[in-house]
């Protein structure tokens, strides 16, 4: 599966965002889907996971009640609503596939495309 995220740009601190992962080459069916982020010069972090049913989340604490993931399994498309945007969510944003549950670690995530570039002014 190939995929493409999209929505990046520039917004003021306290602004919002919604990013877009689009999946060609195969359906997204049975597979986890998370967002990643990688600031500049530091390494890649887990944001945020949605299961298949998009019945469950997981988020990392330092985007937890600001950050919404979601799904269309229809349109196979995933969805990272980004509210309260502060200067420290600056940084290259990834979705990526996974076949298991809980994890954060980069290495248990794959099918990553080119990323969208979040800037946030103070």
């Known amino acids: 599966v190939q995929l493409q995220a999209s929505g990046g740009g520039l917004v003021q601190g306290g602004g919002s965002l919604r990013l877009s992962c689009a999946a060609s080459?195969?359906?997204?069916?049975?597979?986890?889907m998370g967002w990643f982020r990688q600031a500049p010069g530091k390494e890649r972090e887990f944001v945020a996971a949605?299961?298949?049913?998009?019945?469950?989340?997981y988020y990392a604490d330092s985007v937890k009640g600001r950050f919404t993931i979601s799904r269309d399994n229809a349109k196979n498309t995933v969805h990272l609503q980004m509210n309260s945007l502060k200067p420290e969510d600056t940084a290259v944003y990834y979705c990526?596939?996974?076949?298991?549950?809980?994890?954060?670690?980069?290495?248990?995530?794959?099918?990553w495309g080119q990323g969208t570039l979040v800037t946030v002014s103070s």
């Open positions: 080459g195969r359906t997204l069916s049975g597979y986890v």
């Open positions: 990526a596939t996974t076949n298991g549950w809980g994890s954060r670690h980069v290495n248990n995530f794959g099918s």
């Open positions: 949605i299961s298949w049913s998009a019945g469950s989340t």
